[in-house]
């Protein structure tokens, strides 16, 4: 099977890109061959990383599945690409919420109908993350980082709701923001680097150095934009309210479920690593961030009258609790993190495709409208009930496992980041938990329980059916499975999120011992 | 099967599954599976207890060691975290009165819940309850009960808000979860410490219970760890077992089925607080210095509640409310006892009291569904109910007395032992808040009994007895609640032989534990004097009442006659004005102003930057297009002024959202891009 090692991840990567292909190759008028062949290109790359799932060597925290290919040798930037554990479950988590999206889209297409171009947009940003995930090379990660970007811009602007074009553009340029500062730092990465590179294998090992510490500093702080509004962290946000809210619920699924958690990877490979002094004087300021957008994102949801709104400012909560474990540096901290991410993108992507749904269903996703699914649509309802227990941290389903491994990291962060700080952070999270347990249950109070309103009391509101079971089952029961016996993936991040942590250990102690000494004398 | 004692939550867990998938498909729609399942596991759970109990007789010198197993649950830096059972006397004491309350209350509901809308969905609900709570009960490590705990939390929200339709009953579901869940902000840290207080005293953290509770009484972590952990927990327990000042969830969980009732405060929920006190005794013994006497937080807040629990009895019109301000008050008693270090009669209280109180509300729900045409008003609806249900009222009185602190009755047993432990601790204080409680119990008791029973019927139903699937499970509780307390009185001791504080570390026969730390507390003497005085005083509670009541004495109307008295009822009334404070300013503050103020300055100031630099960037771009191309570089230099007036134009474009435009643009930008390093590549 030497073969498929080899060619492992450039089929998983671009797969999508043929199925898109072929795609323009049918008749716009021949819809089911467009599906039929939008899903088994799906299910095929899927396949890819099944197959990769088996092979994977789980008790070694290294790269695997590499390829390591001469491409812009102008500018010392190679096709590197490489899988470990960190990378892994988001890779296979983007693989799988694919095919998903292509089922939920079965009948589920926005307006303007246009199977064809719709999933083939799926498939072109199918190619972008499993590429972001994949690269090891600056260049290529950073091609792959934009690349996500048109396909979602499209999805918002062409099939958004009726803000989309301001949503569209405000998702765009300010991502791009990020970015420029972003390529700035991977600029200077290479030049300032003991060993001008691109590879992200080598500048993980060299850990930043040749670089003068105030310049880290920068570069770090480079870095951290380009990862922070895509995360997004407090205060760079306010691009995803509006695009949740505009995007088709399909979109809203990808970008919540794949597309944030480009951010959050970032800073694990890319950040922490490369400059891990950086990343140590920076993090009371992550941590600060991350617990401010923990209790403010809750808040916001308090005051949000629109269901899907309120799921966004949701992530952003969710997403400060991944950030808190980051900045700890500590492996609960970044196992939590990345268990966060998968947790999330879950639970997350659920709630969007239940409040699609309902809006389908309803025309509204005004809660103060809604009201008595349960009576209406109890199999719906439920389900809305079962994925807000989840999202609020119940222990027993997947979201606790990136909560509360991200609290007790935030108790003993890592090298000489200040403890005091960060307990009061982990209070402050803990706290968050509470208030995310008020907007979910009062969202669920409000759209579930008591009496259908007058306007939908004669509605005929069918409950869940055929490609919606198919869609969700697979999220609800992942769901479940994680939550009870969390292993499943913390043995697959453990090994790899322990290396780089240990690594990261270090060096802080040796940069953190002059300074210590010094301080003794 | 005492080594394959996870299977007893296993049980319930599946019939939970089978229940929702299956049930509405089977003949009585899906209360045989939950019934066969919690009937299972309660044979296996009285295995279980006589396997610990047989392990007496030939017992080695240094005690019976709890039997535990564990398996991976998951890891982080290399280590792995498990998770398992951890079997005593306490466990196993536990998983017998669940699963027997349990069983008896899923009878009950067959009767009582027969033409509910959503029966199957509440039989369903009642197992996994049960599953949760036996889950929390076997677990060996902090982190599993705290998956336990808060399932245990969900399960209650659903049946508390089990008839969602009318929003009073959600509204009260959700006070019940949000309470316990501010309550869990605490429990959450306290978990996290355990870990790093093993950690401090060992070098390898762990959440096991047996190893929290050694380093917590080792001497080798700092006592300010100890302290916070412990605060941590408690306030975790005062949320779940409904201590002041978080108790104000429990009188309204009331809105749910009356046999759930009786299950959240005998069994479950509630007990889970105390249960967890007495898990995890090590910490609270040593961070809350219990063993040094005088007052001490825990205590306090037990002593609390269980005067502010009685006195709110006195003015509730619901016999469901009575008894629900009287859970708070026993509630009170154990978490005291934990407090003043009291933990086998703290237990002991636990165990009796699971009895006659889920006689108590079994028996109000029993009024209820045949005697006062689903009313639980005591004023309007009752009356004169001894005469139409007769089997009702002698157990629900049998409750009552038991519940009183009347000799030789269950409750007399372990009441007394936790007065005698505070007076034999040097915790005085605490003897005396708890001869006053047993006053006061007395006496709303004989309130309740009073108004539901005698007199003349008020109601407007057809008062009858009820079936006997209602009142067979009210003899063998009433059995209980005579007989449960003998276990322990003297002489036997055999409730305190079995279960004993120093399982906190795995074995009941400590040598240091025993008697160096807990000597004077675990084995209070039987004290002649201070029984008879508490009977005394329980019977003069119930002399009063009955003055008062039946005898019509005493300063009735006084609330008319005095204003203070008036003022003092009104506070009552409302309930201490906890649940406006509670709702109406700290709730209705976060979810009305500052949560809309939150998303005002996203709104205005946040996104007002992102959109003030979006239109700086247009603004720009039209004045480099109008002024700066137009009026100061054109006709200058005309071919830059070209370009960036293209540049602009986009731009100008773009914003004004020309987005097919823009999409061209961009499009052939990464095809271009594409293509330029496509050659590149050929060309290297």
Known sequence: MNWFDDWALPLGVFLPAVGMVLLFFIPKKNETAIKATALLTTVVTFAVGVVILFRFNYHSGTLQFTVNEQWIPVIHSRFHVGIDGISLPLLVLSMFICILAVIYSWDHFPEPRNPRAFLALILLLEVGMNGTFAAQDLILFFVFFEFVLLPMFFMIGVWG????QYAAIKFFLFTLFGSALMLVAFLALYFLSKHPTFDMVQLAKMHGEGIAYGTQLLVFGGLFLGFAIKVPIFPFHTWLPDAHTEAPTVGSVLLAAIMLKLGTYGFVRIAIPFLPRAAQAWAPWIGLLAVIGIIYGSLCCLAQRDMKRLIAFSSVAHMGFVMLGIATLTNFG???????????????GMLFFVAGSIQERFNTREMSRLGGLLTQAPKLGWILGFCAMASLGLPGLAGFWGEFPAILSAYQPAGNISDITFRVYMVVAAVGTVLAAGYLLWMFQKVAFGTPKDEFKDAHIHDVHGPEWIAWTPLLVLIVVLGIYPNFLFKVTDPAVTRETKQVAAVLQQANRPKTEAANR | MIDYAWVIPLVPAISFVLILFFGKRMKYKGAEIGIAAVGASFVMACIVAGQWIAKFHHAPETGVKAVTHAGLWWQNGGQKITAGIQIDGLAAMMMFVVTLISLLVHIYSTAYMHDDRRYTYYFAALSLFTASMLLLVVADNT??????WELVGLCSFMLIGHWWEEEPNSNAALKAFFTTRTGDVGLLIGVVLTWFMVKAATGRGSFNIVAVNKAALGGKVSHTLVLVCASGLLIAIIGKSGQFPLHTWLPDAMAGPTPVSALIHAATMVVAGVYLGARL????????????????????????TIIIGAVLAFVQRDIKKVLAYSTISQLGYMVMALGVGAWTAAIFHLFTHAFFKALLFLGAGSVSHSGSHHSFDMKEDMGGLRKYMPQTFTTFVIGAIALAGIFPLAGFWSKDEIL???????????LYVGLVGAFLTAAYMTRCVYLTFFGEYRGHGHPHESPPAITVPLWILAFFAVVAGILNAPHVDLFKKWINPSSVVGRTVDPELIHHIFARFTEPTFDTTAATISVLIALVGIAIGALYYFGDKGPHGLTQRSGAAKVGYTFLENKYYLDHLYTDVIVGGVKGPIANASYWVNQHVIDGVVNGAGKGTS???????????????DGAINETANATGWVGGRFRGLQSGKVQQYALVLFGAVGLASFVLALVYVVS
């Open chain 1, 161 to 164: 709701g009726p803000n989309r």
């Open chain 1, 334 to 348: 970044i196992n939590a993190a990345i268990f966060g991410m998968v947790a999330h993108g879950l639970i997350t």
């Open chain 2, 143 to 148: 982190l599993l009960m705290l998956c336990g």
């Open chain 2, 281 to 304: 005794y090590g910490i609270f013994w040593s961070g809350f210095s219990i063993g040094h006497g005088g007052v001490n937080v825990m205590a306090a807040i037990g002593g609390i």
């Open chain 2, 420 to 430: 005698v432990t505070a007076n034999q601790g040097s915790y005085d204080v605490f």
């Open chain 2, 619 to 633: 603004l720009l771009a039209n004045f480099t297009y109008d002024v700066l191309d137009r009026k100061v570089v």
